[in-house]
């Protein structure tokens, strides 16, 4: 997003203090374990590039998530990843045991696409909040409902997520 290295450096640093809330929208052919809850676990790299979580919490992976119902049987998953790690999102819907749909590498069903997609971003910058949002657009499960579905869905979750992350 950023236009020039100032701006870059301000955005990398936001990240790096978690004042920046990314919400993620992914869709899953099981309910998984637990309708919401934190998810929380160091990442191990088990082999070709698959992350596990593991049960120690030494510099853990941290998200929170939301089930919603979803499109054509399948079960929607709101996802406010607290921390950065490489795959996190989807190791930690696999470890609730709802994997994405399409993320074949880990054990999600076959589809026309996988269906993880970054639905909003909210951060302040230079005194003025900005809350953006990115409709889906393309996915035949995601398009089988209308956009406002979506934006409902997403305004409901975001009056659920824990107050450590508004």
Excluded: C
């Excluded at 929607?76 to 490489?86: L, M, N, R, S």
């Excluded at 993320?103 to 269906?115: E, L, V, W």
């Amino acid at each position: 997003m950023a236009k020039h290295p100032d701006a870059a450096a301000m955005f990398t640093t936001m990240f790096a203090s978690q004042s920046i809330q990314k919400t993620y929208l992914a869709l899953s052919a099981h309910k998984g374990k637990r309708k919401m809850g934190w998810v929380k676990g160091d990442m191990h790299n088990r082999r070709d590039g698959l992350w596990l979580l593991k049960e120690t919490n030494n510099n853990p992976a941290i998200s929170y998530f939301i089930r919603k119902p979803g499109p054509n049987s399948l079960k929607a998953f709101w996802v406010q990843p607290y921390t950065g790690k490489t795959h996190q999102i989807r190791a930690a819907l696999k470890s609730n045991g709802a994997s994405i749909l399409g993320d074949i590498q880990y054990g999600g069903a076959k589809s026309d696409r996988m269906y993880l997609h970054a639905y909003a971003i909210s951060f302040a910058w230079r005194g003025l909040e900005y809350n953006l949002t990115a409709p889906v657009q393309y996915g035949d499960n995601f398009l089988s409902r209308e956009p406002l579905f979506w934006q409902q869905q997403f305004e409901e979750v975001n009056q659920l997520w824990p107050q450590k992350l508004r």
